[in-house]
C-alpha cells in the first residue's frame, strides 16, 4: 500500500519528544519504500530546519526524506490545489492552501489517504481519507 505523508508526521519525528507511532510509521515506509510526500512539505520541513539552533538540523530532515518519493508541485497540481481551496472557501470550511496542495500532489499519485496528525483540515477535503499512523497499519 503506498501512504502520502504529511508534513505533520515528520515533524513527530524530528521533535526532541518524538511521538512513538509516528516514529515506528515512518521506519516502516523506509523499510518498504512506499511513502510519498510533496515539496510543498520539503519546504514546511526547510523552514523549522533553518529556524532551529541546531546545525546539523537541515541534515537531519533531508536524510529523513530521503527514503520517500518527492512529488513535485507542477501546473496541474497547482491547477487542482487551487480548485479544492476555493471548493472549501466557498463551502466556509477553508484551510491553509498549502494543505490543498498536498491533497492535490496526493492524488495525482492515485493516492487518496494522507497519514496526517492534522485530521481536521484533511478530512474537509472531498476524495481524501485523513489517517493517523496508528491507523495506517503498517
Request: net charge neutral.
Given at each position: 500500500?503506498?501512504?502520502?505523508?504529511?508534513?505533520?508526521?515528520?515533524?513527530?519525528?524530528?521533535?526532541?519528544?518524538?511521538?512513538?507511532?509516528?516514529?515506528?510509521?515512518?521506519?516502516?515506509?523506509?523499510?518498504?519504500?512506499?511513502?510519498?510526500?510533496?515539496?510543498?512539505?520539503?519546504?514546511?520541513?526547510?523552514?523549522?530546519?533553518?529556524?532551529?539552533?541546531?546545525?546539523?538540523?537541515?541534515?537531519?530532515?533531508?536524510?529523513?526524506?530521503?527514503?520517500?518519493?518527492?512529488?513535485?508541485?507542477?501546473?496541474?497540481?497547482?491547477?487542482?490545489?487551487?480548485?479544492?481551496?476555493?471548493?472549501?472557501?466557498?463551502?466556509?470550511?477553508?484551510?491553509?492552501?498549502?494543505?490543498?496542495?498536498?491533497?492535490?500532489?496526493?492524488?495525482?499519485?492515485?493516492?487518496d489517504?494522507?497519514?496526517?496528525?492534522?485530521?481536521?483540515?484533511?478530512?474537509?477535503?472531498?476524495?481524501?481519507?485523513a489517517?493517523?499512523?496508528?491507523?495506517?497499519?503498517?
Amino acid at each position: 500500500m503506498k501512504f502520502f505523508v504529511d508534513t505533520s508526521i515528520f515533524v513527530d519525528y524530528l521533535r526532541k519528544d518524538v511521538v512513538p507511532a509516528s516514529k515506528s510509521f515512518i521506519k516502516s515506509l523506509m523499510d518498504v519504500n512506499t511513502g510519498y510526500t510533496s515539496t510543498i512539505t520539503v519546504a514546511e520541513l526547510s523552514v523549522g530546519a533553518h529556524l532551529s539552533p541546531k546545525k546539523d538540523a537541515l541534515k537531519k530532515t533531508l536524510n529523513l526524506l530521503a527514503p520517500v518519493i518527492l512529488v513535485d508541485i507542477d501546473r496541474n497540481i497547482a491547477i487542482e490545489g487551487g480548485r479544492i481551496y476555493s471548493s472549501l472557501v466557498k463551502s466556509g470550511e477553508e484551510i491553509e492552501l498549502n494543505d490543498c496542495l498536498i491533497a492535490a500532489a496526493a492524488t495525482s499519485v492515485g493516492i487518496d489517504a494522507i497519514v496526517t496528525r492534522n485530521l481536521k483540515h484533511f478530512g474537509r477535503i472531498e476524495g481524501i481519507r485523513a489517517i493517523t499512523p496508528e491507523e495506517a497499519g503498517i
